[in-house]
Antibody, heavy 120, light 108 residues
């Protein structure tokens, strides 16, 4: 079974940094794109960006370019997303998701989500 | 960037009724790259139907999709209690992924 298991809930202050993880299993990590999706409180889904772990190729939504960094570790089959300076507006649930192989059009499997709360 | 607009925002129906959820794209899109997701409260979204490969594993055949060009529909033939949730359409194109704003299907 494909599984994506994410970091538990995090609370930070504005200006702090954060890195959350998405540990995968049940498929070949290096050959599937892994994406991150944001869901702000009571709102819909937004694609943030993604990584191809095999060569660390990344693609970001213009809305999130420069705001977050996505990375992956093929030795542990884990994807990451990080912030260097959090803002209150980063408060949201963040999901990782495995994209379909070909075409890479659908978010086939999802992590359980990580709630990030940024508050002073 | 393709913008997806879902309607209605909320659909109030009773179990056993048929639900038709609309998704309109701001420009013509290939149905191969149009997918549907279900999200229940406190849960992650899950893929229901892929334009490329049909119903996802374990999705019952009361869920179906249709449409072309700019207008797409997710149909639930007979609502079961577990179907009351929020549904999102999603498009992939030109290395960009977009979601509609969602339709909530609630119990009438």
């Amino acid at each position: 079974d494909v599984q994506l298991v994410q970091t538990g809930a995090e609370v930070r202050k504005p200006g702090e940094s954060l890195k959350i993880s998405c540990k995968t299993s049940g498929y070949r990590f290096s050959t599937n794109w892994v994406a991150w999706v944001r869901q702000m409180p009571g709102k819909g889904l937004e694609w943030m960006g993604m990584i191809f772990p095999g060569d660390s190729d990344t693609s970001y939504s213009p809305a999130f370019q420069g705001q977050v960094t996505i990375s992956a570790d093929t030795s542990t089959n884990t994807a990451y997303i990080q912030w260097t300076r959090l803002k209150a507006s980063d408060t949201a649930i963040y999901y990782c998701a495995r994209l379909s192989e070909s075409p890479k059009s659908d978010f086939e499997n999802w992590g359980q989500g990580t709630l990030v709360t940024v508050s002073s | 960037e393709v913008v997806l607009t879902q309607s209605p925002g909320t659909l109030s129906l009773s179990p056993g009724e048929r639900a038709a959820l609309a998704c309109r794209a701001s420009q013509s899109v290939d149905s191969l790259y149009l997918a549907w997701y279900q999200q229940k409260p406190g849960q992650a979204p899950r893929l229901l139907i892929s334009g490329a490969s049909g119903r996802a594993t374990g999705i019952p055949d009361r869920f179906s999709d249709s449409g072309s060009g700019t207008d797409f529909t997710l149909t639930i033939s007979r609502l079961e209690p577990e179907d009351f949730a929020v549904y999102y359409c999603q498009h992939y194109g030109s290395s960009f992924w977009t979601f509609g704003q969602g339709t909530k299907v609630e119990i009438k």
